[in-house]
């Protein structure tokens, strides 16, 4: 995945490139999810990007970005806006134009949304929760390296043609919870557990069992 803080000029460089892509006329933006998919970033990371260079514009991320700047804290801009955690820290500008070495507001955004989901397992915090960890590198059972991306609400892997449906992914996640340590991707029972196995145990939705 393209880290927009790897150096500062490779930084800059992703935002000028993402600025170029949004374009000018507000009427003909393209999607989030098509610039991500040129530049090797998730929409998240895009519109982080574009939110740091003052290019994106909605009523939300104005709300948020009001309140940021009033000097208020990720806890009152939730009790402000209704957010979650996770959902403030994808609308604030990465720090110092994302070329600080401060903590990428990415990561701090991915851990908020693991330990959200842990107090809450719900499956909108799960939903938010793969959102904000597409792209990122998982590896099978077997050490296969893999990466996903989310498109019309189904998981699209790197290494398989055929999508994992939100169904599955739901019923591999109640799976998950009712059974707590999972000795390996078949106790899941779904299509895509080999991936789904990873990616639940990097989420903490799960612990690896043994085979008995």
Known sequence: MANPRQTPAHAMA??????????????R????????????????????LLITAGVYH????????????EGRTVEEIMECTGLS????YTYLPYTRRVCSTDADPTELAREAAIRHLAAEPTVENLWEAL?????????TAKGLEFSYTIKGGELFVSRKEKSITR????????RALALGEVSGPKKLGVFGASYLYPVF????IITAGKEK
């Open 14 to 27: 992703l935002l000028e490139q993402a600025v170029a892509a949004y374009g000018p006329d507000e009427s």
């Open 58 to 69: 909605s009523a939300k991320a104005e709300r948020v970005l009001s309140l940021y700047r």
């Open 167 to 174: 169904s599955s992914v739901e019923m591999a996640f109640r």
């Open 85 to 88: 955690r996770v959902s403030v």
């Open 201 to 204: 145990l990097r989420l903490g």
């Open 131 to 139: 959102l904000l960890f597409q792209s990122c590198p998982f590896h």
């Open 29 to 48: 933006h393209p999607s989030l999810q098509a610039i991500g998919d040129q530049l090797g970033l998730n929409p998240l990371q895009v519109r982080k």
